[in-house]
């Protein structure tokens, strides 16, 4: 604590990373960041831009920065991500800023943030181009958590040869996120062919009842091959969770 105060006093931390060493967040103008939850989980936090402003995205973002080093939104529009990048630019001037218009995605780092590394895969697996926004997110979520991942797209089952052709590659990775639209079908039959823990994630894309990815929720549910699933469109939490797979693997290898 003593420490803390006296960088604190001679200028060499800010009061917001003084408050998240102490309390484990830091409190900015549009709530409180949970600066720990990485290190307390494994999980980092991320700013989800559904239901805030701009403003408040980038404010969070840039307490994110000072205490983390590195911000991780999702859902974001175009005006979140240019108010991100007009609150950063002169504090922040060599940060690395990375945005994926389809998974909605905005990643920001400073040059300093050490990037977590495990040895552990993630397969990300769609049915289709259309399930690449959850996908994508998912795909982002475990990076960052330090999984290797792998983009295995347009396998759905609407032509099963397609699904096939691509075991191999599927049958290389240590946990799978399978997205699927329409019926969901795709996870239960790739679960029926790989050894392999795999996350059903549901996309809200089909047509007339159940297009909404409630069709796709409920398929998933009723799957008569072992899968875990997330609820519709939740990129976030089957990224979250394939990571923290990824690392119990590593933390096994090490033993």
Known sequence: M???LESLAAGERTVEEVEAAIAGYATGEAGRFDAARDRRT???????GA???????ASLASVALETTGRALCTRVT?????????????AYPDVS???????????????SFSQPELTASV?????????????GEAAVIAREMGAAVQRIDDVGVACVTRTIDQLDRMLEQDVLVVAAGREGALPTVIAGLVDVPLIGLPVSNGYG???DGRAALSGMCQSCTPITLVNI???FAAGAQAGLICRAIDRSAEK
């Open 2 to 4: 003593r420490e803390l």
């Open 42 to 48: 494994g999980v980092p936090e991320a700013i989800l």
């Open 51 to 57: 239901g805030k402003t701009p403003e408040e995205v």
């Open 78 to 90: 175009e005006a979140m991500v240019a108010a991100v990048e007009r609150t950063i630019a002169d």
């Open 97 to 111: 800023v990375e945005h994926d218009h389809r998974s909605k995605t905005l990643v920001v780092k400073q040059p």
């Open 123 to 135: 397969g990300i697996v769609t049915a289709g181009t259309s399930d690449g926004g959850p996908a």
């Open 209 to 211: 009842f159940g297009g």
């Open 233 to 235: 469109d939740n990129g």
